[in-house]
């Protein structure tokens, strides 16, 4: 899709974007490697990032996506204060929210489909905390988390993106968002930093 679809009548309308939400699962740290690395310097919102890791290892996935990026890479903090140009990736077992002020909560509430964090926890707060100013987008993963998340992203005048199920490492995911009709953008994977970075400069001059 080239263009997003219209606003619905009811969506509250702004004139940037406050917020930036990935969730990925399988195939993921390469395809989040590629995506933060995309993005500028100086990225004017924060990043926030679920990616579905094993509980049972220490993990080094911020230091790992740190190396690849020009933003901040580093694991969430309960109460932390989401800041721009820094990615906040939830930690092994913890669901990640954010409040309106974009503060950052952990929860070890109960799994959802099956997985903790949970992409669809994290979008479905960003769609109650910023409505029209978030986006959310959803990469490689099995499984259909995610796909309840950008709906309600979309129902709130978010933007959502997925990655091209044709050409993901695992379609699972992005196809259960894209099976949602709230999908605004199907992007091959190497096209999404530039989107993602576009929609934010564009909403921000």
């Known amino acids: 899709m080239s263009e997003p679809e219209p606003r619905s009548l009811g969506a509250e309308q702004v004139d940037r974007f406050d917020i930036v939400a990935i969730a990925s699962s399988a195939g993921g ?35 790992v996506l740190g190396r690849r990026s020009p933003l901040r890479v580093k694991l969430a903090a309960d ?41 669809d926890l994290l ?34 005048g978010g933007t959502v993106i997925a990655e091209d199920p044709k050409s993901a490492e695992f379609k699972g995911m992005p196809e259960a968002a894209v099976e949602t009709g709230s999908v605004d953008f199907v992007l091959p994977l190497g096209e999404i930093a530039d989107v993602i970075a576009a929609l934010v400069e564009s909403r921000s001059e």
């Open 79 to 119: 109460g932390e204060q989401a800041k721009p140009g820094t990615a906040y990736v939830a930690p092994p077992n913890r669901h990640l929210l954010v409040g309106a002020g974009g503060e950052l909560s952990l929860s070890s509430s109960e799994l959802v489909h099956f997985v903790r964090p949970s992409a």
């Open 123 to 156: 979008f479905e707060s960003a769609a109650g905390a910023y409505g029209a100013r978030a986006i959310a987008c959803v990469l490689t993963g099995s499984g259909r988390d995610g796909a309840m998340g950008v709906s309600a992203v979309k129902s709130r």
């Open 29 to 63: 740290i390469r395809a989040l490697a590629q995506v933060l690395g995309g993005l500028p310097s100086g990225f004017s919102v924060p990043v926030l990032v679920v990616q579905h890791l094993d509980p049972r290892h220490q993990t080094v996935i911020a230091d």
